[in-house]
């Protein structure tokens, strides 16, 4: 059982260059969230889904697009890589079908500098 | 919006002690999940203990326990006997609708030999 799996885990951008993180998960989980960590300031949510077809923004969306085409993907899409986007990023899901599932399941984490 | 807060950028124990990380959370929700996370060096993200809000009970996991204050929207873990390798960051984290987790600043723990 893989759990959540996310590519790549090294990422390094020029400012204003695309790029699509990719996130795909094996639990059949409902619930996919994408979070970025910043030094002191702890997990912020960026975007999340509820299922396919369904995706709403979280506390910081700017800069990034998501879609969720099926029940196993979520991928994380930079428009236009700016400085600020150098972070790490994580991808999870969670269900609410199972008690064991009722937490985050997180992906290895993305560290994508900016330069 | 929820707020999850922990007051302690970094802490300090000697090995076989016990140590307490303290987290606060603001809500307006009776019905709620509130974890511990831990996350080392390797930044792999561990899930420690989950405490559901509706449960009178405080959540344990072998070395690891909660005192969930409920009234006082206080949640803090108590790591007894403290090893090597509980040296990490430790996220506490505020879940409703399964949907949205908000995390604390994070605390960083030094365990000492």
């Known amino acids: 059982n893989a759990g959540v799996t996310q590519t790549p885990k090294f990422q390094v951008l020029k400012t204003g260059q695309s790029m699509t993180l990719q996130c795909a998960q094996d639990m059949n989980h409902e619930y996919m969230s994408w979070y970025r960590q910043d030094p002191g300031m702890g997990l912020r949510l960026i975007h999340y889904?509820?299922?396919?077809?369904?995706?709403d923004q979280g506390e910081v969306p700017n800069g990034y697009n998501v879609s969720r085409s099926t029940t196993e993907d979520f991928p994380l899409r930079l428009l236009s890589a700016a400085p600020s986007q150098t972070s790490v990023y994580f991808c999870?899901?969670?269900?609410?079908?199972?008690?064991?599932?009722?937490?985050?399941?997180f992906g290895s984490g993305t560290q994508l500098s900016v330069l | 919006a929820q707020t999850v807060t922990q007051s302690q950028p970094e802490m300090s124990v000697q090995e076989a002690e016990t140590v307490t990380l303290s987290c606060t959370y603001d809500t307006s929700e009776s019905n709620y999940y509130l974890f511990w996370y831990k996350q080392p060096p390797s930044r792999q993200m561990i899930l420690v203990i989950r405490q559901e809000a509706y449960k009178q009970q405080n959540a344990t996991e072998n070395r690891f326990s909660v005192n969930f204050q409920k009234a006082a929207k206080s949640f803090s873990l108590k790591i007894s006997d403290s090893q090597l390798g509980d040296t990490a960051m430790y996220f506490c984290a505020f879940m409703r609708n399964f949907n949205k987790f908000y995390f604390g600043s994070g605390t960083k723990l030094n365990v000492k030999p």
């Open positions: 889904s509820v299922g396919a077809g369904i995706t």
């Open positions: 999870a899901s969670s269900s609410r079908d199972r008690a064991s599932d009722e937490k985050l399941f």
